[in-house]
């Protein structure tokens, strides 16, 4: 989906005090190109009527003066800080990245990020996301994401990359094996123009990251540079060890274009996998038509130990699932314009305990009212028999709010089934804000939803770009998630101007006691 492009130079960033980062492998090709090109994984398309869930309405807590197992709640990086970084120019939306650990936040998101405490003490940044990559400021990057590896103490992240005259990409991974994150990393670059391929040269948009023990996981989806033309899901398969050794050259496989169910494959989610797993499983949505859909797609690669001749399997099956479809614009208080709120693609994919968590956003109708904006959600278990991939849905449903919101969830959960998404909300009543919900092992249901921290405003009304997504990290020792989700900040962390006047928020929700 769409990002935005950063044209500074490298004298720019001496001024913004950027700590030194270390380059390992290099890569790209030049030509000419005028404009960035447009992303998007799959078109928006209109609701269809007949495919939109309709459940009965629910509660909402939309005030509390100490919301439930809220234990930190802090300002994240911000649209100011994204301009101060990139010298005045704005950009929308943030894509948000998180990681956690070691006490340490680290929160990259387009186009910059900031190192803090888990108190939300600010200790590095803000700063170009670029810098993070060992990227000039020319140069046009998007969808950044992070993860903490406590079975490694190693940081990595990834992101895409354009080259300044827009005719070659790369899928850049940098490393930061040591418990704190400030500190020289290393870089990994993955040439991902594919000159052969269909309508190419090509850029893998949003790449999506997965971890297990073996591998790092991305996703992404190949579009073309200079036009239309899209060419399906593709998946990098990365040994993890040898980028923690800092091997020059570490060995990946690539798989692609995915299919599934008679259709290119859009946006194939790879887990998070915490602790052991007999694969590492992917899911994704499917819809090909936009016009809503109830299955969902669950994938696992096996053989996944790249050794001097790597052959990962991946497998593919379509189960069978709640109703889903692109949700409508969302309202918010104080401005006739709505906020654009994405579509129907799989968000965030977690791997614990045996099952799968999944999340999706999808349009509803609580109690025969219109349709709003709401989060499908998925507890999947995969099983793999003889080496052949299965699954069933333990439980599903969806987190509303009767007339308002819930945007580009993000969950994770821990190994009992006890779990927490965050989430976006707005409303005619209420401006866009961050907010949570919880379920425990023991529920059929998640709770509803909370607000953590309530929006200072409406978003600028030329500036209806949400999202792209937000993200959850499970912190198994404090038994709590955390979560960031973009918010309308205090005017002191929006940009001067209110235009792209977007924050994130950064907040770790207790889970329900063990």
Known sequence: MTGRGKRVTLG???AVNVAVWSLVIAGGASAQRSAAPDRGARPTHPVLGGAVPDVPPSASVLSATSPAGLVRNFNGV???DSAVTNFGAEFEPPDQGLCVGNGFVLEPVNSAFRIFRENGRSLAGPTNVNALFDDGFKQFTSDPRCQYDPAT???????LFLNDTFT?????IAVRHAADPRGTWTHFKINTTDPGGHRCPCFGDQPLLGIDAQNIYISTNEFAINGPGFNGAQLYVIDKRQLVDGDASPAFVHIGPLRIGHHKA???QPAITVGSSRAEYLMSSLDPKGAGDN?????AVTNRVLGKHPDPHLQRIIIPSQSYSTPPATRQMGSHSRIDSGDDRMQQVQAIGGRLWGELAT???TGGGKPVAAAAWFDV????DQGRLSATINRQGYVSSPGNGVLYPAIAGDRRGDAAMGFSMSGPDMFPGAGYSKISSGQANFGPPIIASRGRGPYFRRSTRWGDYSWAVLDPAAHRVWLANEYIPPRSSQTVDRHQNWGTRVYAVRLPSP
């Open 12 to 14: 720019m960033l001496l």
């Open 78 to 80: 911000s649209s100011r």
């Open 153 to 159: 103490h190693t940081w990595f992240a990834s992101i």
């Open 168 to 172: 070659a990409s790369r899928l850049e």
């Open 266 to 268: 859009a946006s194939v």
């Open 295 to 299: 299955r969902i797609g669950v994938w």
């Open 363 to 365: 349009a509803l109708r």
């Open 381 to 384: 278990a995969p099983s793999l």
